[in-house]
């Protein structure tokens, strides 16, 4: 089955929102087996809507669209439907009767406008909207009676409010599915490597995995800075078994570098550890002005094994609270192996903790020397077992120099708890 | 002039990724003057690629693809535009050069795989990636040539990833944008404030504005929690007048709420204060978990004037760092005003600095009680002038707790600075 997403919003077309309808609902319909094959914004114009929903009907077996089914005047999404498909709209008494008591428990008087929500296309099957007023609507295209698409097609539309959209998918949308639609069935599973370049990924995994490629598996990589994805995809009766052949060799060839299984991030997993060993840590940073303790701490629970951070910006400050030597950061440099190692040792003694994690380094675009250019990092890792330094270039603009050093130092700490 | 956007990537219809392109692109480009009418995203597949880029530039005088220029197996677009446009891939030397530096100065061995982003469609456009390897391109289709386009159309192909993308758009594809297409007169001027609600600025400046309105200006508001942008737009010869005009207005209505204009964030406008000042900043943190310093320390220059942070989870480390009384943590609570007021003088005196600002709540979800429930907040500013204590309730997510917590804390400084 090949589904398509038309979003309507001219707020979406300005920039000025952000549409998080296509990744909830693509993710949605892939976990239920079936695949999007397009997605598409157009802007609150009667024209742009009713061209999109058309050649997506010519296309699809099921076209989903959001918004335009509110009560205001940049509305249009019911009254083209009913255009296009030259049916007529009708007043519907189950929605009329939903709409009201909506407002009656709310003790609100029902503003007049709502009531062009009671008007559905003629045979249209009804989502009544458990969290708001418009309902959702579905419509079954019959290409002898329109002449829009070449098979049936199935029409859904949904309203644009993610807090109305999300229940009313779950609650009405996905069953409409199970009834309409045989489910083809479906594996996905993302490996996230980090410290391993994207083409070097590829060059490790695509030999081996070639025969699986070979029998339907599809392969997906997506790269950030720092870590790799490898996205595994197969579909029909051997998706279960190939997706996790391909997943046990993926693991076998890049081994320590995996970290984590689909939307794991590596705080998640540093905290879980530590909690499970009942250990505790403690942050120094430097360069990365708080930003790896503010990964930690996003983290609920984070309280029961995190004690504390010294953010020690100025050198006084790294003497002051860490006891780091003068003497050294003067001779050695403050950005050295030698401040990074007395930095972690100090946090691990103020805190009282089991480890402590400690980063220096030059964000830039400013503070760069020819012996210590913008982007040299050093950091250290405090443990029961002693301390250990790494040094790393991260020549990259501020903020991404920040992402991806936290990052890094995350992953030193995994890999030292597991 | 009309904008299309192709969005191309599996992992965006598969739901495992959020597409932010489209509100960044939207947003460059209504800012810009032009309009974006159209964004479509489509799978990695060659096909699919093909056919949305077709069926894109028999529609639009520009046509934007992003994604798919990289290295991997699953990037289509270079060679598809090729094979569509009937022209030849060719080596260019100057994205060689480009891609050995790029190694090279990262002192790493160049990628066999790099060699394919050195291939351009002849007689393209290049835009050299100054945060990647792969070089954006754009090529003027003409319609006598390839019978795909009723006029002639631009197609400009950018990299994927966001770092790599934003760079290149506004220091290649703005200039572009500005030699090849006329622009409309056109003003936009977003006015931001902070700490009053969405329906009160509404309130405030509708009726003063109306006249504006009725002369073609276009009033938008969006609502961040704790904040309000005022989005003022005009277009056509008295755009800039009008906007300028509407400025005013609403300066004299929210007057000290207003803390910046289009992108200005509150922690650019702090550090420059302090910088201005020459004064120095301390902080102390607990429930935000070191948010406060990083979003200081994301800004270039920071460094001058920001000493440093004690993240302060535990209470031990909140009476060992900032001399916090044990007692006083004990019969006042660690979430209070007294603790916040100790916190921010201890940390005042900790880093000597002009001024410290410390925060104490409970971020959630759990760790409330009925006398301090989630989402209490205690915040402190020490200052030359005295130590004033505030505050809040911010029963969010804990995310948004976090966000919207250190927003209130800059606006704080904000307005102690100016």
Sequence with gaps: MNVEIVNTG???LLGRVLNTHQQWLCRRFSDLGHEVVRQVTVADTAGAIRQAIQEALGRA??????????????????????GLLGCKLVAN??????????????????????????????????????????????????????ALSRKPAWLVMLPGPPRELHPMFNESVAPFLHRHFPQEAFACLTL???????????????????????????????????????????????????????????????????????????????VTQLRHRKQTLALAESCTGGLLAHRITNIPGASEVFRGCAVTYANAAKS????VDDGLMVSKGAVSEETARAMATGAQ????TNYALSITGVAGPAGGTLATPVGTVFMALASPNGVSVHHYLNAWDRQTFKAVTTFQALDLLRKALT
């Design 61 to 82: 077996d099921l076209v989903v669209t959001t918004g335009g089914l509110g009560p205001t005047s940049d509305d249009f999404t019911r009254e083209e439907v009913a």
């Design 349 to 352: 003694a103020l805190f009282s």
């Design 93 to 146: 008494a189950a929605i009329h009767h939903h709409i009201e008591e909506y407002f009656a428990k709310r003790k609100r008087p029902r503003p007049a406008r709502t009531s062009v929500e009671e008007l559905v296309p003629e045979g249209a099957q009804i989502f009544l909207n458990s969290h708001g007023t418009a309902p959702g609507l579905a419509l079954c295209v019959n290409p002898n009676l329109f």
């Design 320 to 323: 002051r609270l860490l006891g």
């Design 192 to 270: 996230r490597s980090a410290g391993v370049g994207e083409s070097k990924v590829q060059e490790r995994i695509e030999e081996p995995l070639h025969q699986l490629v070979c029998e339907g598996l599809v392969v997906g990589y997506c790269a950030r800075p720092g870590a790799v994805d490898v996205r595994l995809v197969a579909r029909g009766g051997q998706a279960g078994p190939l997706v996790q052949e391909a997943a046990r060799i993926v693991q076998e060839l890049l081994g320590p570098s995996l970290y984590g299984r689909d939307d794991d991030e590596l705080e998640d997993i540093v």
């Design 10 to 12: 001219s707020e979406l």
